[in-house]
C-alpha cells in the first residue's frame, strides 16, 4: 500500500527565491524532510529545531555524572568509605559539562579557566 493511496491530494506550490530559502532553512533546523515539515505545519504543529549535536555529548555527561554520584550516596550511606578517585572524576565532568553549556549558551571558543564557579 503506497503513500498516495493514503495521501490522494497532491499540491505543487511555487515559491521565490526568498520563500524557499526560508522553507529549506527552518526545514533544516527541524531535521525534517520537505514533505513531513510542510504536513506539520498544515496540522497547526510548529516543529521543534532539533538540537545541536553538544546536546546530546552534554546529555551523556550528565548521565554519567548522575551514575557517579548516586554510587558515591549508596556507598556512603552503607557506611563504606567514599571513593575520592570516583568523587574527583565526578567532579572533572561537573566542570566540563558546565563548560559545554556556557560554550553552547555564549557561542564561545575561549579556554575554560573555572572561574565562573567561584
Known amino acids: 500500500m503506497g503513500e498516495s493511496t493514503t495521501r490522494p491530494h497532491e499540491i505543487h506550490l511555487r515559491l521565490n527565491e526568498e520563500e524557499y530559502q526560508a522553507l529549506e532553512t527552518n526545514r533544516k533546523k527541524c531535521n525534517l524532510p520537505q514533505q513531513t515539515y510542510l504536513r506539520k505545519l498544515c496540522c497547526g504543529i510548529r516543529p521543534n529545531e532539533f538540537p545541536p549535536v553538544a546536546y546530546f555529548e552534554i546529555l551523556k555527561l ?3 555524572i548522575n551514575c557517579n554520584l548516586t554510587h ?3 556507598r556512603t550511606k552503607s557506611g ?3 571513593n575520592a578517585e570516583m568523587f574527583w572524576k565526578s567532579r572533572d565532568l561537573i ?3 558546565v563548560h559545554e553549556l556556557l560554550m553552547q549558551f555564549y557561542g564561545k571558543q ?4 573555572g572561574e565562573h564557579l567561584q
Open 95 to 97: 566542570e566540563v559539562a
Open 80 to 82: 563504606e568509605a567514599i
Open 72 to 74: 558515591l550516596a549508596l
Open 62 to 64: 550528565l548521565g554519567e
Open 110 to 113: 575561549e579556554e575554560f579557566d
